[in-house]
């Protein structure tokens, strides 16, 4: 691996706390490495709906090991470029798709997914799947 940090997407996150494989094993690879990085828009994702105090304090167990990305000025000018983008071709993704797509770009950092297919529609995005962690 190298040794820049690599955004966690929501659903390998959720694979953690949920002891999915290879996800769970990967993030916890990564946290123990202080490679792992994620956006605020994932831990929005994280909490909302949240009623259990066991998850959440998973959550904030976690939140305290991972380097946060904010959405400033430049992510959000990308995510708008992003939107209109994908809207001219008629591929539109989830809005909170697009954040966390433009905070990767705007920091340059790559984004581990299992959304490889959704998340390949926004241009210069490097996205990695378990597959490629693992063969790193």
């Known amino acids: 691996m190298e040794n820049s940090l690599i955004v966690m997407d929501t659903d390998v996150i959720i694979d953690f706390f949920s002891d999915v494989a290879p996800g769970a094993e990967i993030v916890s690879e990564l946290v123990s490495h202080r490679k792992a990085a994620t956006t605020c828009i994932s831990i929005f994702e994280l909490y909302s709906g949240v ?10 167990m976690l939140i305290d090991h991972l380097a946060l990305l904010p959405l400033d000025v430049i992510g959000a000018a990308t995510a708008g470029r992003i939107y209109t983008q ?6 539109l993704i989830g809005t ?26 926004i241009k210069n995005i490097r996205i990695l799947s378990a597959r490629d962690i693992l063969k790193s």
Request: charged share 25%.
């Open 51 to 60: 009623l259990g105090k066991r998850r959440l304090r998973q959550i904030e």
């Open 86 to 91: 994908l809207s001219s071709k008629g591929q």
């Open 96 to 121: 909170h798709d697009i954040l966390i797509g433009a905070i990767c770009l705007a920091y340059d950092l790559p984004l581990y997914t299992r959304k490889v297919g959704h998340f390949s529609k």
